[in-house]
């Protein structure tokens, strides 16, 4: 167990809908991370969240947004939901999201989009 | 662009030594990662390189060669529970995480 929490598990959905990932980091972790992984596309890097604040933006779609609150949890919003959105969605946490800090990952949601 | 290679599958015995390639094209390099993934499960690091040469952790040894752009990961006495896919996976200039398609290692008996 990472100590990361990530809820819903799983979340089945159709098309054109918008779902809302949860995350929460390792206890005093301020640095979370957000990965996608399809079977076609391996693991992808999304955003990066440093105590509230965005930090690094990879491959996010416009219609994918993501926030971190002030009690460091962070959300993940995905609209417009399309087949090829169905994959694993990870996130991971660092204590300071600094390049050399462990990256410890939560168990995933995995999203089906029908 | 942003690319890295690692080979798809490779097998090897139970207690043997097995070496896994990376190679990598990215903006930037700011240090490189290996993490471990179980079928269905999360990735767990495994390793980081930042600087040339070899670090050594356990039964599992990293190694960096920024000038050719290549890493590899080096896992000695194999154990059955090693059957996994091995990530390479660079951080670029700009904090992008770049990850390779993964090595899926099978240890037979």
């Known amino acids: 167990d990472s100590g990361v929490t990530q809820t819903p598990k799983h979340l089945i959905t159709a098309t054109g809908q918008r779902v809302t990932l949860r995350c929460s980091p390792r206890s005093g972790d301020l640095s979370v991370y957000w990965y996608q992984q399809s079977l076609d596309q391996g693991l992808q890097f999304l955003i990066q969240?440093?105590?509230?604040?965005?930090?690094a933006k990879g491959n996010i779609l416009e219609r994918f947004s993501a926030q971190q609150f002030p009690d460091l949890h962070s959300e993940l919003n995905l609209s417009s939901l399309e087949l090829g959105d169905s994959a694993l969605y990870f996130c991971?946490?660092?204590?300071?999201?600094?390049?050399?800090?462990?990256?410890?990952f939560g168990p995933g949601t995995r999203l089906t989009v029908l | 662009g942003q690319n890295i290679d690692q080979p798809t599958e490779m097998t090897a015995t139970e207690g043997a030594i097995v070496q896994i390639n990376c190679t990598y094209q990215t903006s930037g390099f700011n240090g490189l990662f290996w993490y471990q993934q179980h079928a269905g499960e999360a990735p767990t690091f495994l390793s980081y390189?930042?600087?040339?040469g070899l670090e050594e952790k356990g039964r599992f040894s990293s190694f960096l060669s920024r000038s050719k752009g290549y890493s590899y990961l080096l896992l000695k006495e194999l154990q059955m529970k090693d059957s996994a896919s091995y990530l390479c996976?660079?951080?670029?200039?700009?904090?992008?995480?770049?990850f390779g398609p993964g090595t899926r290692l099978s240890v037979l008996p």
């Open positions: 390189n930042v600087l040339d």
């Open positions: 991971a946490s660092t204590s300071s999201g600094g390049a050399s800090d462990t990256q410890y």
């Open positions: 969240y440093y105590n509230g604040e965005e930090r």
């Open positions: 996976a660079v951080e670029d200039y700009g904090q992008n995480f770049v």
